[in-house]
């Protein structure tokens, strides 16, 4: 069956860095698009990035477009999600979820159980 375990959230100070992983399983994963999506306290669910199959391309949202960056090891099943100048508003839950698009509308029915990440002074 897919699996998907996020590990790697903490609490990390305005402007500190963070990075996220998440292994996989129960799929080819060479195969497939990942994404990280993300839900604030309150919120709905809100992509955050794509990488496509082969990492040929990767998609950001704006609000994160130029500090993170998603990146995959193919020989390890994991998917990444390297944060860096975060601030309050990246304060989330981060869920690894399997496919993806270029714009992110998708339907993520397979993710993982999350990793908390909170940023604050």
């Known amino acids: 069956q897919v699996q998907l375990v996020e590990s790697g959230g903490g609490t990390v100070q305005p402007g500190g860095s963070l990075k996220l992983s998440c292994a996989t399983s129960?799929?080819?994963?060479?195969?497939?698009?990942m994404s990280w999506v993300r839900q604030a306290p309150g919120k709905g669910l809100e992509w955050v990035a794509t990488?496509?199959?082969?990492?040929?391309?990767?998609y950001y949202a704006d609000s994160v477009k130029g500090r993170f960056t998603i990146s995959k090891d193919d020989a390890k099943n994991t998917v990444y999600l390297q944060m860096n100048s975060l601030t309050s508003d990246d304060t989330a839950r981060y869920y690894c979820?399997?496919?993806?698009?270029?714009?992110?509308?998708?339907?993520?029915?397979?993710r993982g159980q999350g990793t908390q990440v909170t940023v604050s002074s």
């Open positions: 979820a399997r496919g993806g698009t270029s714009t992110g509308n998708y339907d993520y029915k397979y």
């Open positions: 990488i496509s199959d082969l990492s040929y391309s990767r």
């Open positions: 129960g799929f080819t994963f060479i195969n497939w698009w």
